[in-house]
């Protein structure tokens, strides 16, 4: 039986939070709900804010998910004219081609110089000859690629875009960043694919393996408009409130505190980052853990658009910069003669966010893709995300799953979200998450 009446305690009010805080407070179980956000603001990652005149997300992001419930209840919460559907346009920038992503065969076999098309084919063919057209179980990101797509793609791609982004060997990421982030169509198919397209030029696109997900759905106002609509009345929001440690009485969390104010509860669910949860609650270092910081970089251009693309991959190592969304296809709220880039940045130019943006126009512009007159001067607005994807070290699963152990002999506390989680997870599985976290821990404080 539930001892009542209780109080709950969420850290981080970004979509897994939000989520677990509405789930909590369906059950009218609790006197007292408290939302604890460390950012002057909601959402998480998936924050919206407008500058210049023009709206950007923190991104930017959609929403897509397999889950009709889920699906069901976003639309729900919007009027038909605030939710558009939109499909998912994204290219790579590859020597100076644009390449469809994900990558197909036919792009490698008809875009890229003679000599590159008929390695990576061979190489494709190679690689599959020598599994015997099995899936081995790869040791490692560079195995997993090299499996499915062949050395010559790994060496003249997959490497320089992922070592470039993650600043470390792609031999040293753990298989699992693979498997689900890169979508996987069957290059055998996508071969067949393109020798029948040669005599049948109507074919549909299919990606069976893959979690890749063209269509989905973005409000009209900003993804953080499904964080403003999930989250729940009469639940106590605290902003700018970072929690900086916690009570811990035994088998049981009873505070946490900024530093200058405790607050008390008889349930906790932290979606802030993994490493500090269990410093909190465990004094535990799980220094091992840790997260890609992001640089980005948005600015505001004065030309109708610069392509149709949401995304655009550059696996160039000479490039600052690793990928590229314009905001401008995610919304219709843009003006006819304006648009906008948000550009993200692993590691900034000389240290210095001015001269990072001065490059990102000069190599921007020698690639054709804007021109330098249709920016102001310095009219840009800089974000740095300290803790922005999970990095898939080799070996990381076995460490995250200890300190998911650890944290689990704690009976009311639990963790949700990317963050949380040590996960990367899509908006729908974030959401998800909270919600399951919330359901899990109740049924632990009834035992």
């Not at 902003?239 to 104010?261: C, H, I, P």
């Amino acid at each position: 039986m539930y001892n009542l009446p209780m109080k709950a305690v969420i850290i981080g009010a970004g979509l897994a939070g939000i989520s677990a805080a509405k789930s909590l407070h369906e059950t009218t179980l609790f006197d007292m709900i408290t939302l604890l956000e460390k950012n002057p603001y909601i959402g998480g990652s998936a924050h919206s804010f407008s500058f210049d005149g023009l709206l950007f997300d923190t991104g930017p992001h959609r929403f897509h998910t397999h889950s009709k419930e889920l699906k069901s209840e976003i639309i729900s919460l919007f009027r038909e004219s605030e939710l558009v559907l939109k499909k998912k346009s994204s290219s790579i920038f590859f020597r100076e081609k644009i390449l469809n992503y994900p990558i197909e065969m036919s792009d490698v076999l008809f875009k890229l110089p003679l000599t590159d098309s008929v390695s990576s084919l061979s190489s494709y063919l190679s690689s599959k000859i020598r599994n015997g057209f099995r899936q081995q179980e790869p040791a490692n990101f560079e195995e997993y690629i090299i499996s499915n797509f062949g050395r010559k793609l790994y060496n003249i791609y997959f490497r320089p875009y992922t070592e470039k982004m993650w600043h470390m060997p792609a031999k040293d990421i753990s298989s699992l960043w693979a498997t689900e982030r890169i979508p996987l169509a069957s290059f055998s198919k996508l071969l067949l694919k393109t020798v029948v397209s040669l005599f049948k030029r109507r074919f549909k696109e299919s990606h069976p393996h893959s979690p890749y997900e063209t269509l989905f759905l973005y409000p009209e106002n900003g993804i953080e408009m499904i964080s403003q609509r999930l989250i729940p009345g009469g639940i106590e929001l605290l902003k700018g409130f970072e929690v900086k440690s916690a009570v811990n009485n035994g088998d049981r969390l009873t505070a946490v505190s900024n530093g200058d104010m405790i607050v008390e509860g008889d349930l906790f669910i932290f979606t802030n980052p993994l490493p500090q949860t269990a410093r909190m609650c465990l004094n535990t270092d799980a220094a091992d853990l840790k997260y890609l910081p992001i640089h980005m970089f948005f600015i505001p251009i004065e030309t109708a658009r610069i392509s149709r693309n949401h995304w655009i991959y550059f696996p160039d190592t000479k490039d600052v910069f690793y990928r590229v969304s314009e905001m401008k296809n995610f919304t219709n709220t843009y003006p006819e003669n304006r648009t906008s880039l948000i550009v993200e940045v692993g590691e900034l130019h000389n240290d210095s966010v001015d001269e990072t943006f001065e490059l990102i126009i000069k190599q921007l512009s020698e690639k054709g893709l804007l021109q330098a007159r249709h920016i102001r001067k310095g009219n840009f607005k800089y974000h740095f995300l300290k803790n922005g994807y999970p990095i898939y070290k080799k070996g990381f699963e076995a460490k995250r799953e200890m300190m998911y152990s650890k944290l689990g002999h704690i009976k009311n506390v639990g963790i949700a979200g990317r963050q949380g989680l040590f996960s990367y997870l899509n908006m729908d599985a974030a959401i998800l998450s909270g919600r399951r976290t919330a359901e899990n821990l109740l049924t632990e404080l009834k035992n």
